[in-house]
């Protein structure tokens, strides 16, 4: 036997099924996938994490959208084999530990951007991504962002609205953490002198 024909056995496993590893929302998930299994479907029907939201399923309204590796993806058009070992978040992994809504989600609140919600853990994803990328926004790279979403009920208005207001709650929650990191600071370079004299 060609050693070439050899290896493709090796990673071959006899049932068609493929283990696999990703560290979904900060918490290590394993799957057992055949080959073609979606990650959407792997998320959904193995992970049972039914936020992410199937639509098109050939990449075309985005509702199937998580990062990888921080990066905005498009869920239905990847193999959850080719995602093994990556860090995936879905729109569960969005809120934070305490239960508090991120800045993108609080903002779709104020601003009404969801009507039936189908589309929305996608819009979500997406939008996080891209103000990771680009914290503040002008209206115009706002309708960017979202240009690749579709939404058969808001007429995008509200959703475009949402990405400033999220822009902006970002922007109020950086200050925040900043302003309670700058008295700590100073305390400790206080403290600094005391310490590099044994006092
Ligand atoms: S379900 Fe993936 S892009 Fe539509
Ligand atoms: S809110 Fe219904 S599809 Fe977007």
Avoid: W
């Amino acid at each position: 036997m060609a050693s070439g024909a050899s290896n493709t056995a090796i990673n071959q496993p006899q049932d068609g099924l493929f283990d696999i590893s990703l560290i979904v929302n900060g918490v290590t998930r394993t799957a057992r996938v055949p080959a073609r299994r979606l990650l959407s479907d792997c998320l959904r029907h193995d992970l049972r994490l039914t936020g992410t939201h199937v639509g098109c399923e050939h990449g075309v309204c985005g509702a199937c959208t998580v990062l990888l590796d921080g990066v905005a993806v498009r869920s239905c058009l990847m193999l959850a084999v080719t995602a093994d070992g990556a860090r995936v978040t879905t729109v569960e992994g969005l809120t934070g530990p305490d239960g508090k809504l991120s800045p993108v989600q609080q903002a779709f609140a104020d601003c009404h951007g969801l009507q039936c919600g189908f589309c929305t853990p996608g819009f979500l994803t997406t939008i996080t991504a891209a103000l990771l990328d680009n914290p503040e926004p002008s209206p115009e790279e706002a309708r960017e962002i979202i240009g690749g979403n579709l939404c058969r009920c808001t007429g995008y208005q509200n959703i475009v609205k949402a990405v400033l207001r999220a822009a902006e709650l970002g922007a109020e929650l950086r200050a925040a953490e900043l302003g309670a990191a700058e008295p700590r600071a100073a305390e400790l370079k206080a403290a600094a002198p005391g310490r590099a004299d044994g006092s």
